[in-house]
């Protein structure tokens, strides 16, 4: 039997396409492996966000080369480098036999039919990925169902790749969001999560549906127990979805709303479409409304012309905030993107500023998981621990859960956990029954 070998960076909708591309692979009689060296079909689906794992992606073609002359008859790049540099693959690494973009993934059983004579690319921006047939896919995660709900996007931040490699936004229609949730649920899933690169912009025209209106229908399907949602912009966020977060039961408490900076003038130079008051505003006014949220954030350090005051003013946002986790980088120059025509902050300024962002939100973060310290909270089975615990779950808010149990537990089962200690990422404790 045809052996396939896929290894996947970036994001969830990434990750997402990576388990549609191995379903797809599946569905042809491809099996599986984890072992590089066996496989007949390697398939890297790459990031290309920042410069970091765009540059991976080379490195690993280059030590691969040793394998064209063994087994493997088809080396393929997919997902976001391919499609931002195209044919330029074939010239930097001559021995990639099939490039193809994100939103072409439809047209992976003809590209390799294709790949096995010569050189095989697509890289046009479809909306098939949109509707991928429920009979063959298979979800990664062992307990979440992640749900396509639209694709690109029409933001223009000055620093970002993804307009480029994802295409204009597309949206999903209404009625078969809905029905991939009753499948996921008829399926035993029991937590959903929306997603998209800016889900707030989401509509069906036709139907006359927008993004509240599509969390307010997804939350009252039955056996839906968790609902989340992923990315949120907060140029975007509409209130109304903070009052449904408040009223439904089953959408999660925690709300991930990218902020990037907190400077106004680095927010417009970002062109983020908000600044630092519009932005202090809006969790002022979710804070309000869902008082005990966990808030999650993205931020960009060492964005060009940022100054040290400018780079105080994210730390004072922080401070003032108290987001439960962010994720910070450092500003990546990236092809084609207006910023990286600015002049550059000086890379050891801006490591700087990275550890010091890092160590401001450490100490918050401490203090915020600890909140949950002699707390008993809900949490979803997903499978054994790392750690010396048994079992590892989820939050509601979605933090991740090492707890001990006197009995045999079932993944994607519920249990009440005591929180017996908390840590910087996790917190520890023990099933109550
Ligand atoms: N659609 C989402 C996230 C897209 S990319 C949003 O609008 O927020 C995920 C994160 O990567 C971004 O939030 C940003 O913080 C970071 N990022 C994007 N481009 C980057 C770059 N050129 N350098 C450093 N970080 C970047
Ligand atoms: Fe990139 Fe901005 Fe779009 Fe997010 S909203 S994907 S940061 S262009
Ligand atoms: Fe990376 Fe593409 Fe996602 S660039 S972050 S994999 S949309």
């Known amino acids: 039997m045809q052996k396939y070998f896929i290894k996947t960076w970036g994001c969830q909708m990434n990750v997402l396409d990576g388990d ?3 379903s797809l692979l599946e569905n042809l009689g491809y099996e599986k492996t984890e072992n590089m060296e066996d496989a007949n079909i390697i398939l890297l689906n790459t990031c290309s966000v920042r410069e970091g794992p765009e540059n991976k992606v080379f490195s690993e073609l280059m030590r691969l080369k040793y394998l064209k002359e063994k087994n493997l ?4 790049v997919v997902g976001c480098v391919a499609q931002q540099e195209k044919e330029e693959i074939f010239k930097k690494v001559p021995f990639v036999d099939l490039v193809m973009g994100p939103r072409s993934i439809m047209q992976l059983p003809s590209l390799l039919n294709q790949a096995k004579e010569q050189k095989a690319i697509e890289t046009s921006f479809r909306e098939d990925t949109l509707q ?10 062992p307990t979440k169902a992640s749900i396509t709900i639209m694709e690109g996007c029409n933001k223009r931040c000055t620093y970002c790749v993804v307009p480029e490699t994802r295409g204009k936004e597309v949206y999903r229609p209404f009625d078969s969001i809905v029905e991939e949730v009753k499948i996921c649920i008829d399926k035993g899933y029991k937590e959903i999560e929306l997603l998209g690169q800016n889900v707030n912009c989401y509509r069906d025209i036709k139907k006359r549906k927008d993004f509240c209106d599509l969390l307010d229908e997804v939350s009252t399907i039955d056996g839906v127990k968790r609902l989340r949602f992923i990315t949120s912009h907060p140029r975007h966020f509409p209130i109304e979805a903070a009052k449904l977060i408040f009223e439904r039961e089953n959408i999660c408490k925690f709300l991930h709303l990218p902020m990037q900076a907190g400077s106004s003038r680095i927010l417009k130079l970002m062109k983020r479409q908000y600044d630092r008051e519009f932005y202090l505003n809006l969790i002022d006014k979710i804070k309000e409304i869902v008082k005990d949220i966990a808030l999650s954030s993205d931020f960009i350090v060492g964005f060009p012309t940022e100054s040290e005051a400018e780079f ?8 003032k905030i108290k987001f439960d986790t962010i994720f910070s980088f450092i500003y990546s120059p990236r092809p084609k993107t207006e910023a990286s025509k600015l002049k550059p902050v000086e890379k050891e300024i801006a490591k700087a500023r990275l550890s010091r962002l890092l160590e401001e939100q450490n100490k918050i973060q401490i203090e915020r998981f600890s909140r949950y310290s002699g707390k008993e909270i809900e949490v979803l089975l997903e499978g054994k621990s790392k750690k010396g615990e048994q079992y590892m779950g989820r939050s509601d808010d979605n933090k991740v859960v090492n ?3 006197s009995r045999e537990l079932k993944v994607n089962n519920f249990y009440k956990v005591k929180i017996t200690e908390s840590f910087l990422h996790s917190l520890k404790g023990e099933e109550v029954f």
């Open 20 to 22: 549609k591309i191995t």
């Open 73 to 76: 008859e088809i080396l393929g």
């Open 132 to 141: 991928f047939p429920q009979e063959i896919l298979k979800r990664s995660h």
């Open 312 to 319: 105080e003013e994210t730390l004072e946002c922080i401070k």
């Open 403 to 405: 707890f001990t149990s």
